[in-house]
T-cell receptor, first 114, second 114 residues
């Protein structure tokens, strides 16, 4: 069965510093890959997605992610975080052959220090 | 901007009672989903719905759960006889293209079973 792992449960970063959130997936084929963000009291918002092509994808709010097939990873990055980036971030995969659903990682909660 | 709306935002119920969670997906979307997130745990897939029928369901989605699209705009999740472990945040999502397109999530309905 497909699985998604986000190794970091919490990350604390200073405002203006760079941020990288890790995501690894387990599946033989290349899945469709997503990053969602959940701000407190809000639903899940799509930051970016990867289906094929250029392995570096740009998303909203200044985020980008890089797909590395050899490492089965899809890490999310932002060069300079803002206080409003404090939220929980979820990596997710969808594989058509495995059914019509998203599988989410456990999430990484990002705290931003002033 | 079109959005997915969910009601109620919070419901408290007694164990054994029936609960209906309501969702209004984005109007031109064809794929509908329910996910849930037990406090501190992963977002989990429950069920997907397309063309007026369930297209996939998880092992969580047992006989006490049902979904319905009663009137062409609402998409409901019914839990017939709630259990303590059903306490969670329930997210509705809709998509124009299925899981490989963007899923738009509602803000969630928090269910507390006492």
């Amino acid at each position: 069965a497909q699985s998604v792992t986000q190794p970091d449960i919490h990350i604390t970063v200073s405002e203006g510093a760079s941020l990288e959130l890790r995501c690894n997936y387990s599946y033989g084929a290349t899945p469709y890959l997503f990053w969602y963000v959940q701000s407190p009291g809000q639903g899940l918002q799509l930051l970016l997605k990867y289906f094929s092509g250029d392995t570096l994808v740009q998303g909203i709010k200044g985020f980008e992610a890089e797909f590395k097939r050899s490492q089965s990873s899809f890490n999310l990055r932002k060069p300079s975080v803002h206080w409003s980036d404090a939220a929980e971030y979820f990596c997710a995969v969808a594989i058509k052959a495995a059914g019509n659903k998203l599988t989410f990682g456990g999430g990484t909660r990002v705290l931003v220090k002033p | 901007e079109p959005e997915v709306t969910q009601t109620p935002s919070h419901q408290v119920t007694q164990m054994g009672q029936e609960v209906i969670l309501r969702c209004v997906p984005i109007s031109n979307h064809l794929y509908f989903y329910w996910y849930r997130q037990i406090l501190g745990q992963k977002v989990e897939f429950l069920v997907s719905f397309y063309n007026n029928e369930i297209s996939e369901k998880s092992e969580i989605f047992d006989d006490q759960f049902s979904v319905e699209r009663p009137d062409g705009s609402n998409f409901t999740l019914k839990i017939r006889s709630t259990k303590l472990e059903d306490s969670a945040m329930y997210f509705c999502a809709s998509s124009e293209q299925g899981p490989t397109g963007e899923l738009f999530f509602g803000e969630g309905s928090r269910l507390t079973v006492l």
